[in-house]
């Protein structure tokens, strides 16, 4: 502990004693003496009170550590592995949904050519009823616009990939946390630097998301065919 | 059927729902010969090694990035000429011009639509037939 003394306080005690001694005022001295005593109790107690401070400090960086490891060791991999989860149960959505929509469409396919051979052949006895001819006919129209619906669905699919991308990034970031608080739990000074992993633009930085890196991203395939267009594509 | 829906394309996405939602939809177009590649590192060789005539890649992937297979391409002799359609989720204005300027033949961004995605194609197509 390397705390200055005040000397100027010493100074004006050690004076007031030398005086006392020099007159052989012996109340003065006992008041001189006094003095520097509070001078003394003085620095005594401002290094008490620096220690409890540092005690305090410490045993809170204790709770900060503790806490940190807690996270580092738990919550951290368990918010990955529950991104994980997300991402896996959105694949296998999307992949049954197209399943689903798959095996649809060639039902709609074989209804639609049915009604549309039973339309086609004069020989045939609906082709005589004219209620029978409007119903395959409404048949043969449906079954299209069916099939093109499924095929929006399949495409609206897509979500996985955006939402995957965006969790992805989440995930790395989730890695570098966990890495940085293993790396701060290990090192009790938490005053480190916590380099993010940067993202640059030739690596990629996934879909726009609402709020979040606000940039110069364009708002849609319109915009991207007019800025192609700009630069002579 | 015609000659172009011969053609063979890669499709390249670490999204195995993109892949396939891309594949189905080439099916649609009349084009049944797709491969599937998930990342660049995978696709490259194959490029490389085998007889592709169009080439549609996402950008964001792990291993190599769809930018970094651009280049690969255009560096390529053999493939410098191959069309080259990025599909994609990245929208900043500068990441389009660098994919312009490392000479992407189409792009496209994600969510998309199957005519978009059968315009552009037609669009590369047609240019490429008549340079």
Redesign the interface.
Same mark, same amino acid.
């Given at each position: 502990m390397s705390e200055s003394l005040d000397i100027d306080a010493y100074a004006h005690a050690v004076a007031a004693l030398a005086a006392a001694l020099a007159s052989r005022d012996q109340q003065a001295f006992r008041t001189a003496l006094s003095a520097f005593d509070s001078v003394r109790d003085g620095e005594v107690l401002t290094g008490v009170r620096k220690v409890t401070v540092e005690l305090q400090s410490a045993l809170q960086r204790f709770e900060v550590d503790s806490r940190l490891i807690g996270l580092a060791q738990h919550q951290v991999p368990d918010a990955r592995r529950r991104l994980a989860h997300v991402m896996k149960l959105t694949?296998e959505a999307?992949?049954q949904t197209?399943d689903l929509a798959?095996q649809c469409t060639p039902l709609a396919e074989n209804i639609a050519g049915d009604a549309a051979k039973m339309l086609e052949s004069p020989a045939s006895r609906v082709a005589a009823d004219a209620q029978v001819v409007s119903f395959l006919q409404r048949v043969v129209e449906g079954m299209g616009l069916l099939r093109a619906r499924l095929?929006?669905v399949?495409?609206a699919?897509?979500?996985?990939?955006?939402t995957?991308?965006i969790v992805g990034s989440v995930l790395d970031l989730v890695d570098e946390l966990e890495r940085a608080l293993g790396e701060l739990a290990r090192i009790t000074d938490a005053a480190g630097g916590m380099a993010a992993k940067e993202q640059t633009?030739?690596?990629? =930085?996934?879909?726009?998301v609402p709020g979040v890196g606000k940039?110069?991203?364009?708002a849609?395939?319109q915009d991207?065919d007019a =800025? =192609?267009q700009a =630069?002579g594509? | 059927m015609s000659a172009q829906q011969n053609l063979n394309f890669l499709v390249v996405d670490d999204f195995s729902t993109m892949r396939r939602i891309i594949k189905n939809l080439l099916n649609d177009l009349g084009y049944a010969n797709v491969t599937e590649a998930d990342d660049g590192t995978t696709a490259l060789p194959l490029l490389k090694g085998g007889q592709f005539d169009f080439l549609i890649t996402d950008w964001n992937m792990p291993g190599m990035p769809g930018l970094e297979l651009l280049k690969q391409v255009r560096a390529d002799e053999r493939l410098a000429k191959l069309p080259v359609l990025m599909l994609t989720a990245e929208a900043k204005r500068e990441q389009i011009v660098e994919a312009a300027q490392a000479g992407v033949n189409g792009y496209v961004i994600k969510p998309f639509t199957a005519a978009t995605l059968k315009e552009k194609i037609d669009k590369i197509l047609s240019a490429q037939a008549a340079a």
């Open positions: 694949s999307a992949h197209m798959e095929t929006e399949r495409l699919q897509g979500f996985q990939d955006l995957g991308q633009i030739s690596r990629g =930085l996934g879909p726009t940039g110069d991203a364009l849609g395939q991207v =800025l =192609l =630069l594509m | -």
